[in-house]
T-cell receptor
Framework: GEDVEQSLFLSVREGDSSVINCTYT??????LYWYKQEPGAGLQLLTYIFSNMDMKQDQRLTVLLNKKDKHLSLRIADTQTGDSAIYFC???????????FGAGTRLFVKA | GAVVSQHPSRVICKSGTSVKIECRSLDFQATTMFWYRQFPKQSLMLMATSNEGSKATYEQGVEKDKFLINHASLTLSTLTVTSAHPEDSSFYIC??????????FGPGTRLTVL
């Protein structure tokens, strides 16, 4: 079945850029998402990209999509301590509502 | 913006009891809601798709009789964990949305079964 993979941990210094990577297997994915989960809270949609786009920028967030390699990345510029959280990559199956999530990358931001 | 609420946020129960979790869309109508389960340090696992006015669609491996879903109105879906056991302890999250990309997660319900 479809699968989404991402590294489990990332540690960066405050002020640096963070890049969180994700790979997926469903070539018919229509949308790809990045969600943020803070401790004890539900998921918050950060941004999404349609599968026919290569890049999307939203303030400090830049999403890059390489559809050929099925690789998605999230870059957070000027990372702050408040960005410490778990970031989930997700893909929406082509032709349906089903969304497959990765295991999440825990971002640690050191002051 | 659109809000999805869940109640309760946290519940502790004895083994063998049943627990009902509510998911409400507060300012929009949702014909479809999704129920997820999250284990510690793991991703979300889709349990079922809740459809207003019809039976829920369960993912493979999810017991229908164990996790009862009722989507009685366009703003409310309930998940009942029947005869709960310690292995059912988890974080349960619902999702609902206005459109394909206006999807919102509830804050989650942490279930602890003693």
């Amino acid at each position: 079945g479809e699968d989404v993979e991402q590294s489990l941990f990332l540690s960066v210094r405050e002020g640096d850029s963070s890049v969180i990577n994700c790979t997926y297997t469903d070539s018919s994915s229509t949308y790809l998402y990045w969600y943020k989960q803070e401790p004890g809270a539900g998921l918050q949609l950060l941004t999404y990209i349609f599968s026919n786009m290569d890049m999307k920028q939203d303030q400090r967030l830049t999403v890059l999509l390489n559809k050929k390699d099925k690789h998605l990345s999230l870059r957070i510029a000027d990372t702050q301590t408040g960005d410490s959280a778990i970031y989930f990559c997700a893909e929406r199956e082509g032709g349906g509502f089903k969304t497959i999530f990765g295991a999440g990358t825990r971002l640690f931001v050191k002051a | 913006g659109a809000v999805v609420s869940q109640h309760p946020s946290r519940v502790i129960c004895k083994s063998g009891t049943s627990v009902k979790i509510e998911c409400r869309s507060l300012d929009f109508q949702a014909t479809t809601m999704f129920w997820y389960r999250q284990f510690p340090k793991q991703s979300l696992m889709l349990m079922a798709t809740s459809n207003e006015g019809s039976k829920a669609t369960y993912e493979q491996g999810v017991e229908k009789d164990k996790f009862l879903i009722n989507h009685a109105s366009l703003t409310l879906s309930t998940l009942t964990v029947t005869s709960a056991h310690p292995e059912d302890s988890s974080f349960y999250i619902c999702r609902a949305g206005i459109s394909d990309n206006e999807q919102f997660f509830g804050p989650g319900t942490r279930l602890t079964v003693l």
